[in-house]
């Protein structure tokens, strides 16, 4: 109950294309739903996050698509770009519960290659 | 720089050795975490210091030994470790034990176990 599902596992687009990465969970006491970005040699970075209260959030190429019903939240990445290359890991905690619960709990991450 | 730094960046290990991982934060954070990356896995987390105090400890083998002296600076010793535990080790740092704030990794200890 504690996993995060996230699919596909590698994904190849075509610059100027849209990225989308999909990800659910089971633990209906999630309450934060952050994205974070690894380039090769570096350590993940927080891209974009969204709590349940709203169903969708923008920032800039980057928008959260979030069904609290299905329990699936989705990460569309639009105009594409190679400089978007990276392996992008969705993540979910129980901000509510705090201790424990409110570690991040990541999915398993999904590489993106962007063709020029 | 991302603000946390990881030492070394590469270690090869015999698996009756023993050696340190060290990292440190220049962001004022009171918070920090390793994590073990795996190839094909999710991040798992291992730790949770919260102001110099470990809060979590998520069954890390005992082989696994954390040392937090100060909240900006964490050390992972290692002792007597499998091939198994091959992997890259990563440090975050946060304001406060909480998700919301965002974790901010180091660049990692690439571990290799022979």
């Known amino acids: 109950q504690q996993q995060v599902k996230q699919s596909p596992q590698s994904l190849i687009v075509q610059k100027g294309g849209i990225s989308i990465i999909n990800c659910a969970y089971e633990?209906?006491?999630?309450?934060?739903f952050p994205w974070y970005q690894q380039f090769p040699g570096k350590g993940p970075a927080l891209l974009i996050a969204?709590?349940?209260?709203?169903s969708e959030k923008k920032e800039g190429r980057f928008t959260i698509s979030f069904n609290k019903s299905a329990k699936q939240f989705s990460l569309h990445i639009m105009d594409s770009q190679p400089g978007d290359s990276a392996t992008y890991f969705c993540?979910?905690?129980?901000?509510?519960?705090?201790?424990?619960?409110?570690?991040?709990?990541f999915g398993k991450g999904t590489k993106l290659s962007v063709k020029p | 720089e991302t603000g946390v730094t990881q030492t070394p960046r590469h270690l090869v290990m015999g698996m009756t050795n023993k050696k340190s991982l060290k990292c440190e934060q220049h962001?004022?954070?009171?918070?920090m975490y390793w994590y073990k990356q795996s190839a094909k896995k999710p991040l798992e987390l291992m730790f949770v210091y919260n102001f110099k105090e470990q809060t979590e400890n998520n069954s890390v083998p005992s082989r696994f030994s954390p040392e937090c002296p100060n909240s900006s600076h964490l050390f992972l010793h290692l002792h007597t470790l499998q091939p198994e535990d091959s992997a890259l080790y990563l440090c975050?740092?946060?304001?406060?034990?909480?998700?919301?704030?965002?974790?901010?990794f180091g660049s990692g200890t690439r571990l290799t176990v022979v």
């Open positions: 969204i709590r349940p209260d709203v």
């Open positions: 993540a979910a905690s129980s901000l509510n519960y705090g201790g424990s619960q409110g570690n991040l709990i």
């Open positions: 962001l004022g954070h009171n918070a």
């Open positions: 975050a740092s946060s304001q406060v034990v909480s998700a919301d704030y965002g974790y901010t």
């Open positions: 633990n209906t006491a999630f309450d934060y």
